[in-house]
C-alpha cells in the first residue's frame, strides 16, 4: 500500500538497473542496464548461463549485497523507491512484502536449530504471533508445501530431512508471512531430476493459489517457459 491506498501500477518496476562491484583487479559489471515490470500475480522467468548476474539482479532487488557494491538506476516495489535502502529500511519489506527462496536449503537452514523454531520465529517476528498461534501456522505450512508428517518435522534438524524435504521447508518460511513477491533464485540446484519437478511444479501451484508476484531465476529455458508468464 502507498499513503493509505492499493497501489494501482506494477507491483515491481525495474529500469535500467546497475550493479557493479570494486575490486582489486577493477569493475566487475555484473547487472548492466536492467529493466522490467512485474504485475501482482504474475510469474516472470529471469533465465541465463552460469555467471551471467541472475543471482546478483535478484540480491539487488531484495537489499542483499556486500559493501563494494556500487548500485544505479532503480528499484521500485509498489510505487517506492527501495534501491539502496539500508538494511534496517529493507527489514521492514523482508518476510511480508517480498521474501526469496535460495538455491541450497543446507547453507540457508540454520543446522543447528529445529526446523519448527525456524519457521515459528519469522511468524512471531513479521506477523507479532504467540508462540501457540505461530507454532500452529508452521504446521501448517508445512502441510500447504505437501511435507509429510508435519508435527513430526517440527522437532527435526535439518540433517534430519532430504534435500528434497529442506527445499520444502525453505518455501514454508518463505511464505510464512504471506508475502506479495517472492524470488526464487535457482530453487532445484542441489537436487535430483525427479525433486526437482515436485518442487518447481510445487511452486508454481503455491504461486497461484496465493496470487503473488514471483520472479523464476533459472539457467534452463524450458522451466521458465512452461513455468513463467513472461
Known sequence: ???G?????PLLRADDLRTHFRTERG???????????????????????????????SRTIMGLLPSNAVLAGSVEFAGQEILGMDTKQMRHLWGREMSMVFQNPMVSLNPV???GKQIVEPLQIHLGMDRTNAVATAERLLRDVRLPEPTKRLGQYPHEL????????????????????LVADEP????????????????????AERGMAMTLITHDLGVARGRTDD
Open 1 to 3: 500500500q502507498t499513503q
Open 5 to 9: 491506498r492499493v497501489f494501482d501500477g
Open 27 to 57: 569493475t566487475v559489471r555484473a547487472v548492466d542496464g536492467v529493466s522490467f515490470t512485474l504485475d501482482r500475480g504474475r510469474a516472470l522467468g529471469i533465465v541465463g548461463e552460469s555467471g551471467s548476474g541472475k543471482t546478483i539482479l
Open 113 to 115: 536449530m529445529k526446523i
Open 162 to 181: 532430504s534435500g528434497g524435504m529442506r527445499q520444502r521447508v525453505m518455501i514454508a518460511i518463505s511464505l510464512a508471512a504471506e508475502p506479495d513477491f
Open 188 to 207: 532445484t540446484t542441489a537436487l535430483d531430476v525427479t525433486v526437482q519437478k515436485y518442487i518447481l511444479d510445487l511452486l508454481t501451484a503455491l504461486q
